[in-house]
């Protein structure tokens, strides 16, 4: 049992640095399209993915009860 709280722990943590990192993407495409002179459909798209993948791993972090601390 003891092995089991340790291995959800560990992945729970790993799971919370990739909703970080994922965040900080996605802020960082919004920040370039910002200061893009023009419209750049690509930028614009990545963003739009990084901003949902976001989205969907927060959703997948309230089904599973992890908590984001900082």
Do not use: P
Request: proline letters at 0%; zero cysteines; glycine letters at 2%.
């Amino acid at each position: 049992m003891f092995q089991r709280k340790k291995l959800r722990k560990e992945y729970d943590q790993k799971f919370v640095e990739l909703i970080e990192e994922t965040k900080n993407n996605w802020l960082h495409l919004k920040q370039l399209m910002h200061l893009s002179y023009g419209e750049h459909d690509e930028l614009k798209y990545k963003a739009l993915m990084a901003k949902a993948k976001y989205i969907y791993l927060l959703r997948e972090a309230k089904l599973r009860k992890v908590s984001i601390k900082k």
